[in-house]
Structure formats: structure tokens, C-alpha cells
């Protein structure tokens, strides 16, 4: 439950604020964008003027002011629900305590959008340092019945206003639109001349400074605090020695003044307002934070008995988090161990180590609940050799003391190192300690039981340890996943509540989901959920789970992006190898071994999966020992079945049936390979497959299964032939089948399936391949099957050639296609009555295609990119291997004709440009495809002539000369004419 003061969500009042025509019509501006960031520092009147506008509003408006400390969703939702009811009573939004923050935004967002248009406005937005994506998902899906008015010291870093910054939907006031104007200062001062001239350069436009000259007069020097110092001198010494006592307070209210300076606090509160530095926010009294520091410098000696009195009281009312800091300035290291010794696991479940650490690195010479609670907030920021140190020492500081309870939690707290860093066998030691010193038991060590069996590869163990529902989330998923449910994992990750979610940043969502994502070889989500690992990482400093993200991120991008992908796995090594962290390097490793190993480069994968092996044996971990030996299998040049049935074995042990799926699929491909068949072995593979929802094994390439396009289809083309029930693989196959084929004909003739050249023998019959290539010459034709017929076979009687041609179009469709099913229509070649062509939707690429189509933009538009990306699809001339065949010439010249237009214009456009070594290569990129050229040469000869090189003009008058020597003709009086000229020059 949370208590709400209506003041969050009301303006200051704004009545007798000034608000320039100047700053009006500014934020009238707003009306016409979604989100205005208003900005500036203290005292620029940026809250005063959004007051003002929010005044004068005609439509509906909520106020939300933020505070200065970290909260969960539910407190922002709360409030956020609060703010909007003040500003439309008759609202009913239901708050749920299951619901998590997106499903709680999106609802909030589905009512606004039946809302009338209205302003949300959120005050000092610099301090929403809390739960921020709630707040980023509500600008990201902004409905447009809603603007925004974000009022801070500085524009958010949310990833949703760049979005907006990018398409121009921001108006951003900043601190220089909020500096006010000579001519508005004059105007404010209801005056002008030469005195207010001076005081308002003395000012510089500062709104808090122009303010307090105007209340209190001139000042005959003004240097920043020193306004602060004469307004001060103006109050009576009884009143500024009051406001020196109580400027230790945040908030001025009648306990607090009381417990400053005692009954005088009553009559002392009705003179506050007369301060200019005060301002009245609900029912208490707030300085301005530079005239709050103004004072505190005023406390001198008494300094120490003014902070400690605000402590004390601001400990009495539990407000921890402003005590501590105080107690801590003023070296009252007791009273602040004790509040720390009370309340610092709090912070720590709320995920603030950051700030218990800040506060424990003030103590010389912390005791041993402190050192346990350093120890606990470092291992929370991943820090974990620093973690131990403090955990060993209060352990040592128990046994010497006897203290059963503190070296209890001394040796949990190690325990728990050795379970994050995944290494069981040292947990394992702790944890029978610990069993043996537990009179009763401790929910914290069942828990760190069942992690540690997942540790060790009994994560199906670890799922009996908990009733049903009782198991913590993070735990779960790693059951899940260590189980080989990669699918249900998934879901109850997605589904997962974040309330839940334990402040552990390398088991953090977004970094499970993505190795899930890259398991079940979904390379886009599982890059993006990476992505967001790594904010929170570089969010929270945390080197270690910044490792950890780089990680995912090369499973993310083997598939599509090796470079990236090697990349990012060496910046993962490095982070570890600098945070002296070995165990975690396993999964790089692991990662790295598959990526050589796809590569072709299989002495690296050995070598890499060999590294992880050596650490991994030390530690315990069997199922990640099981993942690095298929490592090491898959790395084999052959593929040993013999070795993956061992994986197999060891994946069975440790209850994986993802792992049991994968060892299958290899083992099968590796006896195909070898020349066997593997019936039962197939059999058992897809029944796994089928039992368990691993079908996305075999809809494509996975991280860690087969990259083989053609292995894939095999092992479904076989399971069709032998599974009663084969709709699964139906399903999968298709996705095969419709796999794009590029074809090249410029140049020489390949055909390609993904990656993979089809080979010529597998057409069988040269009709086949001649016929593909008919249909291929030009996109969008249809060709009579008589003309076909005529071109396969022109000396054959009609019934040998309707024959040919029959034979020869079954094999090109079973060549393009050949596990298609004899009850699907073919996906690339199209009958129309007595026509046949390539059909308009067939997901073919062919590169002849492209280029003529590039060619004709690019020459439409005169765009030179489109030009030089139709020119690099031209490898040679249309199926040059080919010279002879009169079928394809009349093709393959008007192709050439659209490649040398290409070059010309490429050399014209670089010669205006004045590029004249670009230039000169497209110009002997013309003279090779025709060496008799003569305007050819003339131009090369004028672009080399701005190289000053006298020798290279003449070679190329000479080359000229030479080449037309061999037609009977000499240079013509035009090129002679231009290399005399350009010889002096």
C-alpha cells in the first residue's frame, strides 16, 4: 500500500508567477508534438513556466511530480494511476499486484487512447531513476490523444525519444529559451533604465537571480552565491541562524523543524515564506537546492550537531536513505552501522547495492555484519573475487569469535559466489557444512541446493527439490533450459512477472531469452534481446555481465554475421581474462568452437572446445562438459558417431533431451555421410524431436545444429518415407522446399540452393540444363512448348521431341525441387495452357535479372550507386561457356551493350565530378570489353593527363595506335590532335 500526497500531483501554484509572451508561445507549441522536453538548471523558472501553461489549459491535465529515490513499478504505477484520477475523477483503473509492468502500460495505454486530447506533464523527470522502462514504454506507444511534457535538468536517455528526435516529433525548450530577455526582465521589473540594465547583465537572465534582485534590491556585485549572501543578510539573525539548523532537513514540516530547534519551530514556519529561496510544495517548506548548500556552509563549527539532529530525526520517521549520508558526513560511524546493520539487506532486495556499497566505502574498518553485507552487495554486482575476500574475512571473524550465526551466514554468503559462478564442487563442500550447522531449515539453502544440481547437470533433480509454483523464477528457467524444454522456456520467461526478478544482472531475462532464442536458431530476437543485456550491463557497470552479453550476442550472430559474431566472443574473453574469471570462459569457448567449426576451420574448433574442456573438468558442470564434447565431436574431420553417442550418453545422464536431440541429429548426419543409413537412430531422433517440441531443429540452421541445408531436408525427406503421422515434417520441409535459389548466368553458369552450388550431374541430362536456361533468358517471357521443343531437339521427329521435352522438364522440378511431393504443383517452372515459364512469385534471385534491371534505373535516375551495384553483379558475358550457342547471342549482346552503356556513363559522371583516376578504371574496364574504342582512348588520355605524367600519355597514344594498327587503320587527326595537345600542357 502506498500513502499518496495529492501535492505529486498539483503544479506550484502559479498565480503571481511571471511567464513571458516569449516562453507562452513556445509551449503553445506543443500542442502540435507529441513530447516537449522543457530544460534547464536550478532556478531557470522551467517548472514555474510549465505551471503556468498548465493553468491556462482548456483541455485535460495531469501533473506528476517525481522524487528523488529508486522505486519499484508498483510505487510509479500507483502514483502515475493517482495523477491521472486527480485530473479525471471519474477514471477506474484497476491496479493488479500479479501484473507485470508492459501488460500494466499497455492497459493504461488502451484507456488513454479513448481519452480526449489532454497534457501529461512530469516534473523533475531527471530523478525518475527508478523503474524507467515503464515509463519509456508509455512514451514509445504515446497514443495521440496524449502529449507529454517532460520538465528536467536533462532529456532522458530513453531509447523511445529517439525515435522521436529522428522524425522531428520533439520540441525541446532548453535553458537557453528559458533565460530570460533584457526586454522581458525590464518587463518584469515594471521599469527600466539604466539600473535595472545592470542588474539584469549582473543576472545574465537567471531566473532565480533576477527574481531574489527584484525582492530585495540591487546588489552592487554579483558573483554567483553572493545573491544568496545578501538576501541572507536581510533576514534577522535569530531567522538565518534558523535556517542554517534546519537546512540538513529535505523537507521543512513542524516535526522536523521541531526536532532542529524546538518549539520556535511553529512561529519560524510562518516566517519561512518570506525567504526567496523557499518554495511551499503541498504542506511542507523545500530550499532551493543551491541556497540549501548556501546555508550548510554557513554551519561551521555547529555543522556536526545540525546534521546529526536532522539524522536522528529523519531516522525516527524511517527515512533510512537521507539519514545515513548525514551520519556518515558528520563521522557517527556507530549510529549509521547500526541503520545499515538494520536495514541494508532491504536496499540490497530493492537491487541497490551501488548505493550500500558507497555508503560502506566511507568505514575505516568495517565490522563483520558490514564486511557480510559488502560482501553481499558486491556479489550482487557481479563482483565476486571482491565479494569472497569480504565473506573469508567474516568468516574467519566468526570462527575466532565463536559465533555460530556469523560464520553461518559467512560461508552462505561464499557458497553463494560459487553457485553464481557455476562451479558445484566448491558449493557442494560449503553446502554440507552448512547442512550440518543448520538446527532448523533455511528456505535460503534450499534454494541454493536446487541451483546447485542444476550446477551440475542434474537439473531435473533440482525440480523435485520444489513443489509446484514454489520455485523461483530465475531458477525455473534454468531448470528448463538445462532440461532441454527450450520452448517452454521460453514461454514462462516471456511471461515471467519482473517484480520477481531477482537483482543477479547476468541471470538477467533479456540474457536467458537470448540464448534460448539463438538454441532454437531465431537469430533476430535472440541478437535484440542480447542488445538489451548489454544496456543494463553498461547501465549498471557491471564487466561481468557486460561479458556475458557479448557472449549472446556471438550465438546471436553466427548464423547471420560470423565476423560479428568471432568479434564479440574475443570481447567476452577479454572482459574475463581482465576480471581473472575462467569458469565462464566455457561458454565462449563453447561458441567459438561451433562458429570454426561451421567455418570449415576444424582444428581451431578442436582447439577452442579442448580449452573449455580443460577448465570445465575442474568445476563439476557435466552438462556443460556435455555441450563442449559435441564441440569437440562436431569439430572431427570425420564426424565420429562412436563419439556422439557418448554425448548422447552424458546428455541422458544430466536429463537433457535438448542435448539428446542434438547428439542424434549429428550422430544420423555423420553415419550418412559415412555411407550407412542409421534407421533406428533416425527413428529415434525424430521421435525425441516430436516428443519434446524441438521441431525448429529442422526448420533451419540452429547455434548449435545442423548448418547444412541439405542435411536438414535429408533427414526430413527420410522421415516423411517412415513416420505415420509425418505432419511435423510436412510442415518443416516446407520451409526447405521454398529455401531461395540464385542462379548466375553472366559469367559462368552455377545454380545455387542457399549457400550450396548445385552440381551439374545432378541434371542428369543436358536437354534438363538447356531447358532451365531458356526459360531463364529473360524475365517474364513465355515460351510456346512447340519453340521449346524446336530449340531442345531441331532435327527430331515431333513425338521424340515432346518427349525430350517432358523428360527434361521433370528434371529440372526435381532438380530444383527434390523433395516436393507429388501432390504439390511445381514452385519455380509454370504452365499456361500450351506456354511455359519461370513463375512471377518463384523465390528466385537471378543475377542477369538484376543487372538489367539496375541498369535501367540507374540510367532513368542517373544514380550512381545503382549503377555500380548493376555493375558489380557483371562477372562476364550472359553463359560464356557457352560462345557457340546461337540460342543464347542475340542475349548475350544486348547485355553487353546495357554493360558498356553502364561503364560510359559511370566514366562521364566520375570525369564531371572531376574523379579522374575513378574514371580511367571504368575506362579500361570499356576498352577491355572493346579494345577498338578510339573515343575511349581520348578520354583516358585527358584523365591521366592530370597526373603530370608524360610517359603514361604516351603509352596510351601508343596502346591506341597499336590496337587500331590491327583493323588497317591509324589514330584519327581528333586523337592525334588531343595527345599533342595534352603533351603541352
Not at 542588474?199 to 544568496?228: N, P, R, V
Not at 542554517?244 to 529535505?250: F, I, K, P, Q, R
Request: net charge neutral; glycine share 6%; aromatic share 10%.
Amino acid at each position: 500500500m502506498f500513502t499518496l500526497p495529492r501535492t505529486l500531483f498539483s503544479p506550484p501554484d502559479a498565480r503571481k508567477k511571471y511567464y513571458p509572451e516569449r516562453i507562452a508561445d513556445l509551449l503553445e507549441q506543443s500542442f502540435q508534438f507529441p513530447v516537449t522536453l522543457i530544460l534547464g538548471g536550478p532556478g531557470y523558472g522551467k517548472t514555474c513556466f510549465a505551471a503556468c501553461f498548465h493553468k491556462g489549459l482548456k483541455t485535460p491535465k495531469y501533473w506528476f511530480q517525481a522524487v528523488k529515490r529508486d522505486r519499484d513499478f508498483h510505487a510509479v504505477r500507483s502514483e502515475l494511476q493517482s495523477c491521472f484520477f486527480w485530473g479525471r475523477p471519474k477514471w477506474e483503473f484497476a491496479l493488479d499486484p500479479k501484473e507485470d509492468w508492459e501488460t500494466s502500460a499497455n492497459r493504461m495505454l488502451n484507456q488513454i487512447c479513448d481519452w480526449n486530447e489532454g497534457f501529461l506533464f512530469i516534473d523533475d523527470v531527471h530523478l525518475l531513476t527508478g523503474p524507467r522502462a515503464f515509463f519509456e514504454h508509455l512514451v514509445a506507444y504515446l497514443p495521440p490523444s496524449l502529449h507529454i511534457i517532460l520538465i528536467g535538468r536533462e532529456a532522458p536517455t530513453w531509447k523511445a525519444l529517439e525515435k522521436y528526435e529522428t522524425h522531428g516529433n520533439i520540441l525541446t525548450i532548453s535553458q537557453d529559451d528559458l533565460v530570460l530577455r533584457e526586454s522581458e526582465f525590464e518587463e518584469y521589473a515594471q521599469s527600466s533604465g539604466d539600473t535595472r540594465s545592470g542588474m539584469y547583465q549582473k543576472t545574465g537572465g537567471w531566473m532565480l537571480a533576477c527574481s531574489a534582485l527584484l525582492k530585495h534590491g540591487k546588489l552592487e556585485h554579483f558573483t554567483g552565491s553572493e545573491i544568496f549572501e545578501e538576501v541572507f543578510e536581510t533576514y534577522a539573525k535569530g531567522f538565518r541562524d534558523q535556517l542554517v539548523a534546519v537546512s540538513y532537513l529535505d523537507a521543512l514540516d513542524e516535526a522536523g523543524t521541531e526536532a532542529s530547534i524546538g518549539p520556535q519551530s511553529r512561529r519560524f514556519l510562518q516566517d519561512l515564506p518570506q525567504c526567496a529561496f523557499v518554495e511551499r510544495q503541498g504542506g511542507v517548506f523545500k530550499f532551493h537546492p543551491l541556497f540549501q548548500d548556501f546555508l550548510r556552509k554557513k554551519s561551521g563549527e555547529r555543522e556536526k550537531e545540525y546534521s546529526v539532529k536532522a539524522a536522528d530525526f529523519l531516522a525516527s520517521q524511517s527515512r533510512i536513505e537521507k539519514a545515513i549520508p548525514l551520519y556518515l558526513a558528520s563521522s557517527e560511524f556507530r549510529k549509521a552501522e547500526g541503520l545499515l546493520s538494520a536495514h541494508g539487506r532491504s536496499f540490497l532486495e530493492e537491487g541497490r547495492f551501488l548505493l550500500v556499497l558507497e555508503w560502506l566505502a566511507k568505514f575505516e574498518a568495517p565490522g563483520p555484519e558490514l564486511l557480510l553485507l559488502s560482501g553481499e552487495a558486491k556479489r550482487m554486482g557481479n563482483r565476486f573475487e571482491d565479494a569472497l575476500r569480504d565473506f573469508e574475512t567474516a568468516e574467519a571473524e566468526g570462527r575466532r569469535q565463536k559465533r555460530s550465526s556469523l560464520l553461518f551466514d559467512a560461508l552462505k554468503g561464499k557458497t553463494r559466489i560459487f553457485v553464481d559462478t557455476v562451479q558445484p564442487l566448491k558449493a557442494g563442500e560449503h553446502l554440507k557444512e552448512l547442512l550440518k550447522m543448520s538446527r532448523r531449515p533455511d528456505p535460503s539453502l534450499k534454494a541454493l541446493i536446487a541451483e546447485n544440481k542444476v550446477n551440475e547437470g542434474r537439473a531435473h533433480i533440482a525440480g523435485i527439490i520444489y513443489r509446484d509454483g514454489e520455485t523461483p523464477w530465475a531458477l525455473q528457467a534454468r531448470i528448463l533450459l538445462r532440461t532441454g524444454k527450450i520452448r517452454e522456456a521460453v514461454s514462462f520467461l516471456t511471461e515471467a512477472r519482473d517484480e520477481d526478478r531477482a537483482p543477479h544482472f547476468h541471470r538477467e531475462k533479456s540474457l536467458l531469452l537470448s540464448y534460448l532464442y539463438a538454441l532454437a536458431g531465431e537469430a533476430g530476437e535472440a541478437e535484440t534481446a542480447a542488445e538489451q543485456g548489454l544496456l543494463l550491463a553498461r547501465k549498471k557497470g557491471s564487466q561481468f555481465t557486460e561479458a556475458i552479453a557479448h557472449m549472446r550476442t556471438g550465438h546471436a550472430t553466427q548464423l547471420d554475421d560470423p565476423d560479428r559474431s568471432e568479434s564479440s566472443y574475443e570481447k567476452a574473453l577479454e572482459l574475463l581474462e581482465s576480471l581473472d574469471m575462467k569458469r565462464p570462459k566455457c561458454e565462449a569457448y563453447l561458441g567459438l568452437s561451433f562458429l570454426h567449426a561451421s567455418l570449415g576451420r576444424r582444428t581451431e574448433a578442436a582447439k577452442v572446445a579442448e580449452k573449455g574442456l580443460h577448465i570445465i573438468k575442474d568445476s563439476g558442470d557435466r552438462w556443460l562438459e556435455a555441450y563442449l564434447r559435441l564441440a569437440m565431436a562436431v569439430s572431427q574431420t570425420p564426424c565420429s558417431p562412436e563419439a556422439l553417442w557418448e554425448t548422447e550418453k552424458l546428455f541422458r545422464d544430466c536429463g537433457d533431451v535438448f542435448g539428446i536431440s542434438l547428439s542424434l541429429m549429428w550422430r544420423y548426419d555423420a553415419i550418412q555421410k559415412a555411407g550407412g543409413r542409421g534407421s533406428e537412430v533416425l527413428e529415434s531422433l525424430l521421435d525425441n524431436i516430436e516428443r519434446n517440441s524441438h521441431t525448429f531443429l529442422l526448420e533451419g540452421p540452429t547455434l548449435f545444429g545442423l548448418r547444412s541445408s541439405d542435411g536438414l531436408v535429408s533427414i526430413l525427406a527420410e522421415g516423411l518415407k517412415r513416420k505415420k503421422v509425418p505432419y511435423f515434417l510436412g510442415e518443416a520441409l516446407k520451409r526447405h522446399k521454398q529455401m531461395d535459389v540464385r542462379v548466375l548466368l553472366l559469367g559462368n553458369f552455377k545454380v545455387l540452393r542457399g549457400s550450396e552450388v548445385i552440381p551439374k550431374k545432378a541434371w542428369k541430362r543436358e536437354k534438363a540444363l538447356k531447358l532451365f536456361q531458356i526459360l531463364l533468358l529473360q524475365k517474364g517471357k513465355w515460351f510456346p512448348k512447340e519453340e521449346i521443343m524446336e530449340l531442345l531437339s531441331p532435327d527430331s521427329p515431333y513425338e521424340a521431341q515432346d518427349r525430350d521435352f517432358r523428360v527434361a522438364l521433370h528434371a529440372v522440378n526435381a532438380v530444383l525441387e527434390p523433395y516436393r511431393l507429388s501432390t504439390e504443383a511445381p514452385a519455380y517452372v509454370e504452365k499456361k495452357g500450351t506456354l511455359y515459364g519461370i513463375k512471377e512469385n518463384a523465390n528466385l534471385w537471378v543475377d542477369a535479372w538484376e543487372f538489367e534491371d539496375l541498369c535501367k534505373v540507374g540510367r532513368r535516375l542517373h544514380e550512381e550507386s545503382t549503377l555500380e551495384k548493376a555493375l558489380s553483379f557483371y562477372q562476364g558475358d550472359l553463359l560464356e561457356q557457352y560462345p557457340y550457342e546461337d540460342l543464347f547471342s542475340a542475349r548475350r549482346e544486348y547485355l553487353q551493350g546495357l554493360y558498356t552503356e553502364a561503364l560510359q556513363s559511370m566514366a562521364d559522371w566520375k570525369i564531371l565530378k572531376q574523379e579522374h583516376d575513378a574514371a580511367a578504371a571504368y575506362l579500361r574496364q570499356l576498352l577491355e570489353k572493346d579494345p577498338y574504342r578510339e573515343e575511349t582512348y581520348r578520354l583516358l588520355m585527358e584523365c591521366s593527363a592530370h597526373k603530370a605524367d608524360k610517359g603514361l600519355l604516351l603509352r596510351i597514344f601508343e596502346e591506341c595506335k597499336e590496337r587500331l594498327k590491327d583493323l588497317g587503320f591509324s589514330p584519327s587527326p581528333e586523337t592525334v590532335s588531343t595527345y599533342e595537345e595534352l603533351q603541352r600542357r
